[in-house]
């Protein structure tokens, strides 16, 4: 069993123990957490191009012109997109753009808006 202590991702006290070789309890709020599968959450995050996280229902910003294949037209910076859903891959971003429909965006070309 180890000994050290770890910060509780709920409350911050810095007096999360051991409880096994896997968990962690903190004796102030009583939540119980395993490390490992933080670390693999916080990993998921989606930022935008400067470094804010996004999460689903949020209204983002693009930040240069896109080239959409099969369009006429780019998808011009300053467009602001709402109520966007995170999903995994590459084009991290599903969202609704009026003139052009469902799209597939990635991240690092939106900021949060």
Not at 3 to 22: F, I, N, Q
Not at 48 to 60: A, Q, R, Y
């Amino acid at each position: 069993m180890s000994e050290e202590m770890k910060p509780c991702p709920v409350c911050k006290s810095p007096y999360g123990y051991s409880l096994r070789e896997d968990i962690y309890a903190c004796p102030v709020c009583g939540h119980e957490w395993n490390p490992e599968q933080l670390q693999v959450e916080s990993a998921t995050k989606v930022l935008d191009s400067n470094g804010n996280e996004l999460t689903t229902g949020d209204s983002v910003i693009i930040i240069k012109d896109l080239p959409v294949k099969g369009a006429a037209k780019p998808i011009k910076a300053g467009t602001k997109v709402k109520n966007i859903r995170l999903t995994d891959g590459d084009h991290n971003i599903d969202c609704k753009i009026d003139g052009f429909g469902s799209m597939a965006l990635k991240s690092e070309f939106v900021k949060k808006a």
